[in-house]
């Protein structure tokens, strides 16, 4: 009997396969089955294997999808302030506040809405260094230089004398009458309103001598006692070598704080700090507390210093009696007292704005999933504030499903987010312990202030 004659007999009088007898035909003979015999009919239930079905489908990845979903959410989260919130496969946060992380090791998160280690040092609302940064004077605290018209003469800048590095602010204002002044102003701001708060004032100082009062900077426009919060720091005062500070209440009273006499040398380096805490004046030089006297009685403890209304006026205060020297390294703290505890050693180095961790970290809270994972993705945006930042090395992410254990990620490079802003990934990686207690946790490394500082700008969990 032939094998088509085996076929035939498979088959009703419609054409139609005979179920009862399917079990019995051999693999090899279905083979032959015309397609004409199919066209009708129905074929009865039967377990297809896996690989009959996937052989010929084309593999579907939706990464691409859940990419361009993360990336609009942090775009949302961002223009609309949002703080961190999840989904049922999605967590974003861009550090609109802290409610999102914890256990954060050297980095600090910016009133900004980032996350880095490095960060500006508390209460720091003026530092110039001498024109290190920049030939124009400029307060490296908030990146403002004095506009043309607020600075008076040539660029106060010299190699003559400098205290670190190779510049420092020079000022020729020897007795007032000299007609080459050279003075900046910066304009009136609440950086100069302390208020009866802390704060504290220093910078060193090199004065050739002479035989005027100097006045080394101030919050002025004139010598009005009435003039609320006004302040003046002079050297020299009365030609005794002293410090001298004074503040103009909204009175007759003046506060005058002083030193004794003789306290620095001519034709040296001094450090100069004068702070206030909790209501009570110290004046230091060279790290070196000095004895006091004051005008009115309490120490000042009540006297407001500073306001929003006058400009801050830097080798000289609106008198005519300017400094004649050389200024370097100069700050001033708003809400804090530099140095005020305790004797110190001044400065060995040009102060900076910023305090720097080599490396740090930060972690998300926990973030709870409907169901078990050991499956999880991110995207992060991230901003090269100075110097590159190497994915994978200076900046590293960890990933965990049981909020223990972490497994890292390897991230790939995506376009950038904004200008300015750039965007990395990872999808789909295989968490070492599966659960629904998710984490995310991000470390810093090889960060130097100035040279390379990474930003985290945001974060979007894909589980």
């Not at 007795?175 to 910078?203: E, R, V, Y």
């Not at 309490?298 to 306001?307: H, L």
């Amino acid at each position: 009997m032939s094998k088509n004659r085996k076929i035939a007999d498979l088959l009703d009088d419609n054409g139609d396969v005979k179920s009862t007898h399917l079990d019995n035909v051999p693999a090899v003979d279905l083979t032959n089955l015309s397609a004409s015999n199919l066209t009708s009919g129905s074929i009865p239930d039967a377990r297809v294997p896996a690989s009959a079905v996937s052989q010929h489908a084309t593999s579907f990845d939706d990464n691409k999808i859940v990419n361009d979903i993360s990336t609009l959410a942090i775009r949302q989260a961002s223009n609309e302030n949002k703080g961190a919130y999840n989904t049922n496969s999605m967590y974003v946060d861009v550090f609109q506040d802290a409610s999102g992380i914890t256990g954060l090791t050297n980095a600090n998160r910016s009133t900004d809405e980032y996350i880095s280690t490095i960060a500006s040092e508390t209460g720091l609302v003026f530092l110039s260094d001498g024109g290190e940064t920049n030939a124009v004077f400029q307060n490296q605290a908030s990146g403002s230089d004095v506009s043309a018209n607020q600075e008076q003469g040539a660029p106060l800048r010299s190699t003559s004398q400098e205290k670190f590095g190779s510049y420092s602010h020079y000022f020729t204002n020897n007795g007032g009458g000299d007609t080459n002044n050279k003075w900046a102003k910066f304009n009136a701001s609440s950086d100069w309103s302390w208020g009866t708060g802390d704060f504290s004032i220093d910078f060193f100082m090199y004065q050739p001598g002479g035989s005027y009062e100097y006045s080394m900077m101030g919050l002025d426009t004139s010598e009005a006692h009435n003039s609320g919060g006004n302040w003046w720091l002079r050297c020299n005062e009365w030609n005794e070598n002293r410090i001298r500070f004074q503040a103009h209440g909204t009175s007759s009273a003046v506060l005058s704080v002083y030193t004794g006499t003789n306290v620095w040398s001519d034709n040296t380096w001094h450090h100069i700090c004068v702070a206030r805490k909790s209501g009570n004046f110290k004046i230091f030089i060279d790290g070196v507390s000095q004895n006091l006297t004051f005008s009115i009685g309490g120490n000042g403890n009540s006297y407001q210093i500073g306001n929003t209304t006058q400009p801050l006026y830097i080798g000289r205060s609106a008198t005519s009696q300017g400094f004649y020297g050389y200024l370097d390294a100069i700050r001033m703290y708003k809400g804090t007292a530099k140095y005020y505890d305790s004797n110190f050693t001044p400065p060995t180095s040009q102060p900076v704005a910023t305090v720097a961790s080599a490396t740090g970290s930060f972690t998300s809270n926990n973030i709870t999933a409907p169901s078990s994972t050991n499956k999880m993705g991110a995207i992060i945006t991230y901003q090269n504030n100075a110097g590159t930042n190497t994915l994978n090395s200076d900046i590293v992410l960890k990933l965990s499903a049981d909020g223990t254990n972490f497994t890292t990620a390897t991230l790939t490079a995506m376009p950038d987010f904004a200008s300015g802003i750039k965007m990395a990934k990872v999808n789909d990686l295989t968490i070492a312990n599966a659960g629904t207690s998710l984490k995310y946790k991000i470390e810093f490394a090889n960060q130097a202030g100035g040279s390379k500082e990474a930003r985290i700008r945001g974060v979007s969990l894909q589980y």
